[in-house]
């Protein structure tokens, strides 16, 4: 079994769901600190000008080291004004009519959360099913972990599941210690991130690292023929 583990991003780009379809379970790992100007909590729309970002404000004043999933909403009023963004900028693509109903009703439900993790989560849940990703998704807070390194943790998350191999994206390799999966039997793959197709965009410059939403409003049905799920051993 194959266990992917990933910090939540607010409706994340096509890798994430990549990683996501390519693992036999993920889970979302949002006890560890939130980190500002980063993908927790926006992301990238694109416009025929260029990229246009949708930013969550989030309260950190005095909150430094605040974990993700404790970190709470500072304006009600962003989903309206995502979802007009967005609606503008997707309307017009040849997939949008078959899920902007569905994006509607998602951004209005989400409007009236208070935390980040939250509304990160119902979107990665709703997303999966669009993109017919299967993979169960849970909550590291339902697992019992002793203090330990952040790979350590992640070692102990492998056990608990029962996982033989665990999956990361290339970044990952900047700071596991692939000695303690290797000292429990894990092997240790990398998903390959570098040959992703192109496809109609409204940007004159293609921008591969943007939300999901493009990628569905462009390609409609055949958004999941761009998971691409290429993976390589390394342990």
């Known amino acids: 079994m194959r266990l992917a ?5 607010y409706i994340p780009w096509k890798g994430y769901f990549d990683l996501m379809a390519a693992a036999d379970l993920f889970i979302v790992y949002d006890s560890v600190q939130y980190t500002k100007n980063d993908w927790r909590n926006r992301n990238i ?15 950190t004043a005095g909150r430094a080291e605040q974990a993700i999933n404790a970190a709470t909403i500072g304006d009600a009023r962003w989903a309206r004004k995502h979802w007009q963004t967005a609606s503008q900028l997707l309307a017009r693509r040849s997939g949008f009519h ?6 509607a009703t998602w951004f209005t439900e989400v409007s009236g959360m208070t935390h ?4 990160n989560v119902y979107f990665l849940r709703r997303l999966a099913d669009q993109l017919h990703i299967t993979t169960p998704i849970t909550d ?5 972990l002793v203090h330990d390194s952040p790979t350590g943790k992640l070692v102990q998350l492998c056990e608990l599941v029962g996982a033989s191999r665990y999956l990361t994206g290339p970044a990952g390799l900047n700071y596991l210690e692939l ?13 390959d991130y570098g040959h992703y197709p192109t496809y109609p965009q409204v940007s004159a410059d293609f921008h591969h690292g943007v939300s999901v939403l493009d990628l569905l ?18 342990v």
């Open 98 to 103: 078959l899920f902007g109903d569905e994006w």
């Open 5 to 9: 583990v990933l910090q939540s991003n």
């Open 116 to 119: 980040l993790h939250d509304v």
């Open 179 to 191: 000695d303690r999966f290797r000292s429990k039997g894990i092997g240790v793959d990398v998903i």
């Open 140 to 144: 590291d807070a339902e697992y019992e």
């Open 217 to 234: 409003a462009n390609t409609g049905l055949s958004a999941r023929d761009h998971l691409l799920r290429h993976t390589t051993t390394v």
């Open 45 to 59: 729309l694109m416009s025929k000008s260029g990229p246009v970002w949708l930013t969550i404000p989030i309260n």
